[in-house]
Nanobody
Framework: QLQLVESGGGLVQPGGSLRLSCVVS????????IGWFRQAPGKEREGVSC????????YYEDSVKGRFTVSRDNAKKTVYLQMNSLKPEDTAVYYC?????????????????????WGRGTQVTVSS
């Protein structure tokens, strides 16, 4: 059974850092693109970052470019999202999800509707 589990969220002050992890099971991570999404209260779910498996390409939403870094360790079946210089507007529930293919853009990122399997999310709160 395909499963994704996020961890690493928490409360952090503005300017701080967090590293989120997404551990997958039930499928071979090597062959799948993994996207990170977030949803703040009253807002739609939005794509934050994505990493392809086909060539390792990475993609970022404009507001997080230069602050967030996505990476993957296929041997550990884990995808990471390193978040630096956090801002209050980064506060949201963060989810990882997998598409049915190996390339983020071809598989529809940043549109959440094209990603069929999701974790339950981890809360990130940026506040002083």
């Amino acid at each position: 059974q395909l499963q994704l589990v996020e961890s690493g969220g928490g409360l952090v002050q503005p300017g701080g850092s967090l590293r989120l992890s997404c551990v997958v099971s039930g499928f071979t991570l090597d062959y799948y693109a993994i996207g990170w999404f977030r949803q703040a209260p009253g807002k739609e779910r939005e794509g934050v970052s994505c990493i392809s498996s086909s060539d390792g390409s990475t993609y970022y939403e404009d507001s997080v470019k230069g602050r967030f870094t996505v990476s993957r360790d296929n041997a550990k079946k884990t995808v990471y999202l390193q978040m630096n210089s956090l801002k209050p507007e980064d506060t949201a529930v963060y989810y990882c999800a997998t598409s049915s293919g190996s390339d983020c853009l071809n598989d529809g990122w940043p549109e959440a509707i094209y990603f069929g399997s999701w974790g339950r999310g981890t809360q990130v709160t940026v506040s002083s």
